[in-house]
């Protein structure tokens, strides 16, 4: 069974732009996570999305905003680039709320802010 | 918000050495998760505990979740170079909802010396 898989894998980006990083989640899986991992800041939650709908939110500004299609895959999109934007961006798939919750990370999208 | 304290934020040990993190919950949890994360590489899970007082045994790892369920450990007997890297604790509170996110400590990293 294939795991999680995230792309692109690197990306470099100026401030002031927008970027939009794309998660597919392990077969049959349909709930998928984000996280933002920073060496300061460790793992930071951005959101949860379920069948399609956002179940949690965490406290990141409206310029952090994501989606999931109806085959369970899921995309992040970062707007107005800000240097402080610089991570490692983790995302995280499981079965589902109530069901075997254990998380299954990607790879993650290491993004640099110039 | 709910918050999780993990502490030592770093430990250094000789092989051989017996190595503890623990885990702090600002509030109640109705689980906790540990993960481990190799350098370089993504968070991977290790164990889920849901009962209160719960000891679970993996090998050389040992993980308690305390009788209040607002904290944790996890202790390896005789370390490994395998050991290798952070682990995280991560936390849910609630039974669903907007409360029910998953938050994650800071993280330990264990180097190990040979």
């Known amino acids: 069974k294939a795991g999680v898989t995230q792309t692109p894998r690197y990306l470099i980006k100026t401030r002031g732009q927008q970027v939009t990083l794309s998660c597919s989640p392990i077969?049959?899986?349909?709930?998928v996570s984000w996280y933002q991992q920073t060496p300061g800041q460790g793992l930071q939650f951005l959101f949860e999305y379920f069948s399609e709908t956002q179940r949690n939110k965490g406290n990141f500004p409206g310029r952090f905003s994501g989606r999931q299609f109806s085959n369970s895959r899921s995309e992040m999109n970062v707007s107005t680039l800000e240097l402080g934007d610089s991570a490692l961006y983790l995302c995280a798939s499981s079965l589902g709320p109530s069901r075997d919750e254990k998380l299954f990370f990607g790879s993650g999208t290491q993004l640099s802010v110039l | 918000g709910q918050q999780v304290m993990q502490i030592p934020q770093y430990q250094h040990v000789q092989e051989g050495e017996d190595f503890t993190t623990y885990c702090n919950s600002s509030t109640t949890l109705s689980n906790i998760q540990w993960y481990k994360q190799r350098p370089g590489g993504h968070p991977v899970f290790l164990i889920q505990?849901?009962?209160?007082?719960e000891v679970k045994k993996q090998k050389r790892l040992t993980f308690q979740f305390g009788e209040a369920k607002k904290n944790s450990s996890l202790h390896i007997t005789a370390t490994q170079t395998t050991d290798v890297g952070t682990y995280f604790c991560?936390?849910?509170?609630?039974?669903?909802?907007?409360?029910?996110?998953?938050?994650f400590g800071k993280g330990t990293l264990l180097t190990v010396n040979p």
């Open positions: 505990l849901v009962k209160s007082g």
């Open positions: 991560a936390g849910r509170r609630g039974s669903g909802g907007s409360n029910y996110k998953l938050t």
């Open positions: 077969s049959g899986h349909r709930s």
